[in-house]
């Protein structure tokens, strides 16, 4: 099977692999106090990069969870070089059946994952956080958002460009889909899609490692389906967008 996007570039050594980038995440962290009291749920973890600077920053402990075999290894490596396998628990699970008991988290957290879902699985995934998070919890999501009209090309286009049969929603679409899931009380922001944009991967990355992913991005092996990941994300600007969502149980 082709490489998915996501693990292409992180392949190439892109740490965070969402549409809106750091900025949409640092939107979405204000509106939680995150203390070693809270009890923390990140879902899609990959690299636990979240989980490695919340946790770095704020003391608190967050269990992380990714559905990737690999990359709950990877991410089990990351946090003990980070020193912080005490405060961080890897293990993988999948979204759709969270094993965890009812009401059992403040928060949960889940960044460029529902995109990747069909929309019954996406009602199934934010029914499970609604599930698992205690009354007053919060959700904090993070997803591709499209532009409002006739999307069916942009959607085909984007399933080639990233190798993931990725269905996207406009903001009204997304709303509906939460809830359904039985979040009612929704917070949003929506912006720009800066995943591949040369400022918002120095944002996310910073100049060095930026330059190190363009470097691995020009190597044989590598170009072809860079460019093209590039090209479709650069013509698209005006189609694709992120939503971030605060939803409050
Ligand atoms: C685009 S990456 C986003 C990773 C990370 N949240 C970020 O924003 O950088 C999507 C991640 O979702 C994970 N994933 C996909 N389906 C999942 C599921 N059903 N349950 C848990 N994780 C899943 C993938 O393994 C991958 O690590």
């Known amino acids: 099977m082709a490489e998915a996007g ?3 570039l992180a392949r190439l050594g892109k740490t965070r692999l969402r549409p809106g980038g750091i900025e949409a995440t640092n939107w979405l962290f204000e509106h939680v106090s995150f203390d070693k009291n809270k009890h923390i749920l990140e879902v899609a973890c990959n690299q636990c990069t979240n989980a490695i600077a919340l946790v770095s920053k704020t003391g608190c402990s967050i269990t992380a969870v990714d559905l990737d075999k690999e990359v ?3 991410a089990r490596n990351r946090v003990a070089e980070a020193g912080l396998s005490d405060k961080i628990k890897v293990e993988r699970a999948n979204a759709l059946k969270l094993p965890y008991p009812d009401q059992s988290f403040d ?3 889940n960044e460029a994952m529902l995109t990747m879902l069909g929309d019954k ?7 499970e956080y609604y599930r698992v998070l205690k009354p007053g919890g919060i959700l904090l999501t993070h997803d591709v958002k499209l532009a409002e009209g006739e999307m069916t090309k942009v959607i085909e ?3 080639k460009a990233i190798h993931v049969p990725a269905k996207p929603h406009n903001e009204s679409d997304w709303r ?4 359904k899931a039985g979040f009612e009380d929704l917070t949003v922001s929506t912006g720009s899609m800066t995943l591949m944009d040369p400022i918002g991967m120095i944002k996310d990355e910073g100049l060095v490692r930026t330059l190190k992913i363009f470097k691995n991005a020009i190597k044989k092996e590598n170009r072809v389906y860079f460019k093209a990941m590039f090209h479709f994300f650069r ?3 005006a189609n ?4 971030a969502i605060v939803a409050r149980k």
């Open 176 to 179: 509906e889909i939460f809830t």
């Open 235 to 237: 013509t698209n600007k």
């Open 6 to 8: 996501h693990s292409f």
């Open 157 to 159: 286009e984007l399933q």
């Open 240 to 243: 694709l967008g992120y939503i």
């Open 72 to 74: 709950v290894e990877l």
């Open 107 to 109: 928060v949960v957290i």
């Open 121 to 127: 699985q996406k009602i199934k995934a934010i029914s």
